[in-house]
């Protein structure tokens, strides 16, 4: 059986999806792409991206264009399907994978033998099975490689995502990538369509391993940031400068200490570490705690501000950076913006946002009187209080006397040095 590759099909035009998409495209590929979001799939058709990513916007446009990635809501027959849909937690941290059945039940009717289906999103362990199964029941005419692994009419893998948000073009080639299949064969089938665009390393296993990896580089990252938020909570009790002592720290051969922050927002860290807890609880306590102590670093900064806006009368707060994370736009699950949704709803004192990477506040915050949006030099002059939430360059640079006779509360150390 060979696969050939004329025709990749991306369900979901995400932060992944999309990029996956034009990056393929651009290797002469022809890409359907898919997405059952109707504003989505209207922009993406004009060749414009609704992804704030260095360079997206170029390859997409040139992919459009060319022909070679053509942009549908309803999903078409391809050699190849990669899924790359969301997969939240619901209300009890328990992992949500509607969307990944939603997903293979749009192309269940449509798989054809020697069709290859690769799932990349992040997965609870056995996720790749469970898709197996699903369309061994939704399509019992086809051999699926869970009862035929040699011979299959279908070959099905997981390879996770693992690219960097602000960096994901570079990482998508350069990364090493980790391939699960159902079976052998699958692995094999999954790796020689990944080489066709990865320069590192494509990395063979079982899918409940390339599953279970996925989900423990982000644990892995939860668990070290609330380590370093640990401890600057610690520091702030017994008066220690934390970004010295990291810093200090740090210099040992064997000692690499993360960055505390107002906390861990993202889609990806603060969600991933609960599917490894909901599959194995009473032997997750590491990954609980660091969870929850991380969780609870916007609480100790709400605080924090609270404490300092009782020293004035008219106290105003120049909040800087709402994303969740340094130079991107991306406001998801971010603790910023938790942190300034909380203080404004408190009817306490006067708020004033600078975010360089948004034009207008976000919904929860616009339609409250006490907060604008606006630019740093306007806030550094109102502010009595300044509060740093997001390292973006724009910050970085502001010089040390803009901040005399201010309370400055810094949770990421943007001004560590001054
Ligand atoms: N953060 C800290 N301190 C640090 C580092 C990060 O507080 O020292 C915070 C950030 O401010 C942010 C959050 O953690 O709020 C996450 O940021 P990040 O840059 O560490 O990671 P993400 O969420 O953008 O992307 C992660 C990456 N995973 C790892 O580095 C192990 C990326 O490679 C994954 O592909 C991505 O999750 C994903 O999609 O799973």
Known sequence: MSINYKSVSVIGLGYIGLPTAAIVA????????????????????TGNTHIAEPDLDILVHAAVNSGSLKVVSTP????IFIIAVPTPFKENHKP???????????????IEKNNLIILESTSPVGTT???ANLIAELRPDLQLPLSNKENADVNIAYCPERV??????QELVENDRIIGGI???CSEKAKEFYKIFVKGNCIITNSRTAEMTKLTENAFRDVNIAFANE???????IDINVWELINLANRHPRVSILQPGPGVGGHCIAVDPWFIIDAAPKQSKLLRVSREVNDSKPDVVIKKISDEMRKYDNPVV??????????????????ALKIVHNLVNSNTGNYLVVEPYINKLPIGLADNVNVKLVDIDTALDSANIILGLVEHSEFINISSDRLLNKSVVDTKGIWKTK
Not at 26 to 36: E, F, K, Q, S, Y
């Open 76 to 79: 078409e027959k391809s050699d």
């Open 318 to 335: 120049a909040c800087l950076g709402l994303s969740f994370k340094a130079n991107i736009d991306d406001l998801r699950e971010s603790a």
């Open 129 to 131: 099975e469970y898709i």
């Open 164 to 169: 960097l948000p602000g960096k994901i073009l």
């Open 26 to 45: 651009n290797r002469g590929i022809n890409v359907i792409g898919v997405d059952n979001n109707p504003d989505v799939v209207n922009v993406l058709k």
């Open 96 to 110: 949500d994978i509607s969307y990944i059945d939603n997903a293979i039940k749009s192309i269940a009717s449509i």
């Open 183 to 185: 079976s052998d064969v």
């Open 231 to 237: 401890l600057s909570i610690i520091c702030d009790e």
